[in-house]
């Protein structure tokens, strides 16, 4: 039977709650009753105590101490609240000290049954996981105690090479393990929860090598039925396959159906999902490694792909580049336009071609943060606040690396897009602000030209001056050619800090045919020379 402690500081409710409750049906038992938190802490340092029912308001120490209290001390007691509707939300906080449920009072009866029946299934879950992990850590002592580990050891040596590979064969021909098939495959097994995807705790770690065992059984079951290969444990968290055999059209089926039923039995058995890297042929054990390498390898690309992922290298191209550049132009210009349909489907055949092109995680992110800047670019220009807009971006940029899961970090650019679409769609709102913004993006892509003027983006955009200038400076709070510098000495700057172009050439590049000129106004706007501006930064 649970045990049941009763805090409440009105006598009438205690007796209330204890007479109207029918405890023996609920197969739980009410030890005992206090009047404050004080007394509940003392009480639960000398009694066995499942569930703790409290009131909110109490002398002494009050139902937010005492969870706080029951959350540092005894972490196994589940807490239900009973709260007044003006203390409602001030015990709603509570939910930092992992209180289970809250009740407004007056409770009825009924609905506390109801809620007791609730914390009686979470402590049936709770103790038939603690029974599970029990049964789990002896099973996996007693097989820490044979020769499975030794087996398993060698096995290990062999594949990554870090002894003489000699000297692992004829410790494995003493187990009776030879290798005499014509080819071999090394397959790596990794359960998706216990892997880089989820950040682990201490127990998640202890977890995973109990299951990694399961694995391993299921896995060497599988493989000695049909004659296979062999199995082994990597570690504490992975599980390896050598496969062994002809390099035919049949024995590679055989090798996918073997993965697919390990995938399929585990998760019946533990309920989680695995994924798993295949790595290439080989011809002879002393090249193992290589298999290895490449199927380790090949779990990287759940990053990419998610999880329960079967990845076979051999069917991977050998082609991994993608150009982005016909892409962005079209995202930009969908952005501008306000065509949200474009943009989306835009944005799904980007991240569509960096997962087809299977780069490695670094890549995947440099490709998520060339699109982050060119959505940004086309609303920089036009914020009042342009050092916001980019330390916003910048925080953008960083948060994508450190997403797990490539769907997530894109997720984070979808998200950034609908923002700033949003965003340009209000300013495009008024004439005024589209004609501002059609003149920053004719700047951004004319800049180079020495003949831009003021003259020239007013005929582009069929305005007069004095008209374009007024809702310029309103727009963006500097006058065209403050603008226009800007950009020119952005771009400048790009040049000097990544290329060893003279500085003659990058006046050129962004629009000066004057270097001298050139030179003057970099100073001004930097207050160095351009030779002291690429001295200091260039890489």
Not at 145 to 159: E, F, P, Q, Y
Not at 256 to 270: G, T
Not at 480 to 488: G, H, K, Q, S
């Amino acid at each position: 039977m649970y045990k049941i402690l009763l805090v409440d500081d009105e006598i009438l409710v205690r007796d209330a709650i204890r007479e109207n409750i029918d405890w023996g049906k609920l197969d739980c038992e009410l030890i005992g009753d206090c009047e404050n938190g004080k007394q509940a802490v003392e009480f639960v340092k000398t009694h066995e105590v499942d569930i703790v029912l409290t009131d909110i308001l109490m002398p002494y120490m009050d139902g937010m101490e005492l969870s706080h209290f029951l959350h540092d001390n005894y972490p196994d007691i589940l807490i239900v609240i009973f709260s007044g509707f003006g203390e409602f939300e001030y015990a709603k906080k509570a939910i930092q000290y992992n209180v289970s449920e809250y009740m407004l009072k007056p409770v009825t009866a009924m609905e506390l049954t109801k809620v007791i029946e609730n914390m009686k299934e979470k402590l049936d879950s709770r103790k038939k996981e603690q029974r599970k992990m029990e049964s789990l850590t002896q099973v996996s002592q007693d097989y820490h105690k044979n020769a499975n580990v030794i087996r398993s050891k060698a096995l290990d040596c062999l594949v990554k090479c870090t002894r003489e590979v000699q000297v692992s064969l004829d410790e494995l021909e003493r187990m009776g393990i030879t290798f005499q098939a014509a080819s071999y495959r090394v397959a790596v097994f990794d359960i998706d929860t216990y892997s880089e995807m989820y950040q682990m705790d201490m127990d998640k770690q202890q977890e995973s090598a109990l299951m990694a065992f399961v694995l391993f059984n299921v896995g060497d079951e599988i493989v000695v039925r049909e004659k296979a290969g062999v199995v082994y444990q990597e570690g504490n968290n992975r599980v390896c396959i050598i496969f062994a055999g002809n390099r035919t059209k049949e024995f590679s089926e055989s090798i996918h159906r073997i993965c697919h039923e390990i995938q399929k039995k585990v998760k019946e058995v533990i309920g989680l999902e695995t994924s798993i890297g295949i790595g290439s042929w080989v011809r002879s054990p002393y090249e193992l490694i290589y298999s290895y390498r490449l199927a380790a390898k090949a779990i990287d690309y759940r990053y990419l792909l998610g999880g329960n992922l079967l990845f076979d290298m051999e069917e991977k191209k050998t082609d991994n580049s993608i150009f982005l550049i016909n892409d962005l132009e079209t995202l930009t210009e969908a952005i501008k336009s306000g065509d949200r349909r474009l943009m989306e489907e835009t944005l799904g055949q980007i991240e569509t071609e960096i997962k087809s092109a299977l780069v490695e995680k670094s890549y995947a992110c440099i490709y998520l943060q060339q699109v982050i800047r060119a959505i940004g670019n086309t609303c920089q220009s036009l914020s009042e606040e342009p050092e916001k807009i980019i330390a916003q971006r910048e925080a953008l940029l960083k948060a994508v690396t450190e997403q797990r899961m490539f769907s997530q970090a894109a997720a984070l650019v979808e998200k950034y897009a609908q923002e700033v679409f949003d965003e340009l769609q209000e300013l495009n709102s008024s004439s005024g602000q589209r004609q501002g913004m059609l003149a920053m993006d004719y700047i951004q892509k004319n800049y180079m030209d020495p003949g831009l003027s003021l003259n020239s983006i007013c005929s582009y955009l069929n305005i007069s001056t004095s008209y374009f200038s007024t809702i310029f400076k309103e727009m963006t709070g500097e006058t065209f050619i403050e603008v226009l510098t800007r950009v020119r000495m952005e771009k400048a700057k790009e040049l000097l800090e990544n290329t060893t172009m003279k500085n003659y050439e990058i006046a050129e590049k962004v629009g000066f045919s004057d270097p001298h000129y050139f030179g003057i106004s970099f100073k001004k706007i930097t207050g160095k020379t351009p030779t002291e501006y690429a001295r200091e930064k260039r890489r």
